[in-house]
């Protein structure tokens, strides 16, 4: 290297820095940090960025996306609602409401019925109708086509009511805890959506996605209300909101809904036990209506069958006990002990749950015990 070179400053710039003292270890040279501060100027600054020119190329292959984009949301909307969302989950849609179940089980069951009536009358003729069992058969079988699913549906669907509101009341006081301690609600959400509450856990997990994709907390707590669907969480979730909207204090209006789903559950929990011993009460009553009418079919119109038919050779005979139809008299019995399983089990459900459909369960239990008694035991 040069004399003049060294002097000069020029031979070692690059390693050593300025003045030939090398940069001390760990601060990167001049130039670096000279990029590094234009850029983050250049960052920082509120010039707009430069306009990129596209082609014509460029152009329409980004239409065409966009409008694969658009067309793919349009038809994931049409799945969420109508028939669209029929078609695709079929099962979700009649789980949501178990009395729309009636739209597929009644058509079958009517079809079943009549098939089944016509292939007895075409083998037997059309006396079968007053004389055959086999129709009665036909009856309770269409008959459970449309009860069985409808009961299934609707215990299902009332068991997870039930468990949602029996964990709403400690959701509610553990957000209020958060909220309480400083935590805004998005934060205070995304906490408590780590605990585990039992039904209710998947919906607070949702919850919390939800509002990590910046959803304000009022439109994702109603998409929240609107999954749970109960009434409890109707009433408690749209009081939460419209506090939230005021700017008042939430975590009171938290504490109140928690301490009113409490009260709610606790009185329901009340009833329930409280109206068991009715219900109890209504099969024991039709449990002595079956037994009576079988001791009454078995004994007392057998033998006054069996007596009018020994004697029907007189004339007195006759007039005593000759004209007892036994077979007309066990389908009528039948069909009084049927009938009466089938509205008493309807009456339990509305004294025991309040509801007429929840009754449906013991009505297949009383329907069938009276089929079964009658048909194997009589």
Excluded: C
């Excluded at 989950?89 to 016509?118: C, D, N, Q």
């Excluded at 005021?246 to 928690?258: K, P, Q, T, W």
Aim: aromatic share 10%; charged share 20%; no cysteine.
């Amino acid at each position: 290297m040069a004399l003049k070179d060294i002097f000069s400053g020029k031979g070692s710039s690059k390693a050593t820095g300025e003045q030939g003292v090398p940069p001390p270890s760990g601060v990167p040279p001049a130039g670096t940090q000279q990029g590094r501060v234009g850029g983050l100027s250049r960052l920082l600054s509120k010039e707009k960025p430069a306009r990129v020119d596209l082609g014509e190329r460029e152009k329409t292959e980004f239409e065409r996306e966009s409008d694969a984009i658009t067309s793919r949301i349009e038809k994931h909307k049409a799945t969420e609602h109508g028939i669209g969302k029929l078609l695709k989950h079929p099962f979700r849609v009649i789980a949501e409401k178990p009395l729309k179940s009636l739209y597929v089980t009644v058509p079958v069951a009517l079809v079943f019925f009549i098939l089944g009536t016509g292939y007895v009358i075409r083998d037997y003729g059309l006396n079968a109708i007053y004389q055959s069992t086999i129709i009665d058969d036909f009856a309770i079988f269409a008959i459970l086509m449309v009860t069985v699913p409808l009961a299934i549906l609707d215990f299902r669907e009332s068991s997870r009511r039930r468990h949602i509101e029996e964990a709403l009341p400690n959701f509610y006081r553990d957000l209020a805890g958060m909220n309480d301690s400083g935590m805004t609600l998005p934060n205070a959400v995304h906490l408590v959506a780590q605990s585990d509450y039992s039904t209710l856990t998947p919906y607070v997990r949702k919850l919390d996605n939800e509002m990590s994709w910046n959803t304000t907390f009022n439109e994702a707590i109603q998409r929240f209300r609107v999954r749970l669907s109960t009434p409890l969480t109707d009433r408690s979730i749209d009081l939460i909101s419209k506090a939230s909207k005021a700017g008042g204090d939430v975590s009171e209006v938290l504490r109140a809904a928690a301490k009113d789903s409490y009260e709610f559950i606790s009185l329901q929990t009340e009833r329930r036990n409280n109206m068991l011993i009715y219900v109890v009460i209504v099969f024991i009553s039709f449990l002595v209506f079956v037994f009576v009418i079988y001791i009454l079919v078995t004994t007392f119109l057998s033998v006054m069958a069996t007596a009018g038919s020994a004697a029907g050779a007189t004339s007195a005979g006759a007039q005593f006990g000759g004209s007892v139809d036994l077979p007309l008299y066990t389908r009528i019995f039948t069909h009084a002990a049927l009938i009466q399983g089938f509205f008493s089990g309807l009456v339990a459900g509305q004294m025991g749950e309040g509801r007429v459909v929840a009754g449906l369960k013991y009505s297949i239990v009383m329907l069938l015990i009276a089929w079964i008694m009658f048909r194997f035991f009589v």
